[in-house]
T-cell receptor, first 115, second 114 residues
Framework: QQQVKQSPQSLIVQKGGISIINCAYE??????FPWYQQFPGKGPALLIA?????SEKKEGRFTISFNKSAKQFSLHIMDSQPGDSATYFC??????????????FGQGTTLQVKP | NAGVTQTPKFRILKIGQSMTLQCAQD?????MYWYRQDPGMGLKLIYY???????DKGEVPNGYNVSRSTTEDFPLRLELAAPSQTSVYFC?????????????FGPGTRLTVT
């Protein structure tokens, strides 16, 4: 019940295309779903986050779509650019005796945007 | 404002050696975390702290120890290093608990145990 499963493991997209990364979770107590972006040799940095009271959140070219009934959420990168090439991690956290306050990360997706 | 700093950046250890990975933050965050990152495995929480003097185990604590004597510093100790501890280690901090606030990550320490 603590897992967050992320797919695909790697993704290649042409410049200007849409990049889509999917995550699924099992624990219904999760109530915070952030996405982190990591460039080579750097630590992850928060990109965008959502709570389950909304189905979508958009910040610039980045959108999170959230499906509470399916226990899935996804990151969409519109008009993908070579500068978006990085590793992306979904994560989840929520209330519960074994998980209070701690983020559970997905396995990561390496995105390459070809010029 | 340096954020979260980690030293060293790289280290090679022999099996059985010990070392301390240093982590410091200057944002006055109460919450601090240690993660390890292995290829294709995401980030796994090793230990975390909710304030000076308070630490608790995460998902993969075996072979590690931590202490939190000040708000700023959260060192990670490896005793009797093993090849399985070859990884990239990240320290992070947050103003609020990880479930409701942004975590700020350091640049990482790449550790190889041979």
């Amino acid at each position: 019940q603590q897992q967050v499963k992320q797919s695909p493991q790697s993704l290649i997209v042409q410049k200007g295309g849409i990049s889509i990364i999917n995550c699924a979770y099992e624990n219904t107590a999760f109530d915070y779903f952030p996405w982190y972006q990591q460039f080579p040799g750097k630590g992850p940095a928060l990109l965008i986050a959502i709570r389950p009271d909304v189905s979508e959140k958009k910040e610039g070219r980045f959108t999170i779509s959230f499906n509470k009934s399916a226990k899935q959420f996804s990151l969409h990168i519109m008009d993908s650019q070579p500068g978006d090439s990085a590793t992306y991690f979904c994560a989840a956290s929520g209330r519960g005796s074994s998980n209070t306050g701690k983020l559970i990360f997905g396995q990561g997706t390496t995105l390459q945007v070809k010029p | 404002n340096a954020g979260v700093t980690q030293t060293p950046k790289f280290r090679i250890l022999k099996i059985g050696q010990s070392m301390t990975l240093q982590c410091a933050q200057d944002m006055n965050h109460n919450y601090m975390y240690w993660y390890r990152q292995d290829p294709g495995m995401g980030l796994k929480l090793i230990y975390y702290s909710v304030g000076a003097g308070i630490t608790d185990k995460g998902e993969v604590p075996n072979g590690y120890n931590v202490s939190r004597s000040t708000t700023e510093d959260f060192p990670l100790r490896l005793e009797l290093a093993a090849p399985s501890q070859t990884s990239v280690y990240f320290c992070a901090s947050s103003l609020r608990e990880g479930g409701s606030g942004e975590q700020y990550f350091g640049p990482g320490t790449r550790l190889t145990v041979t």
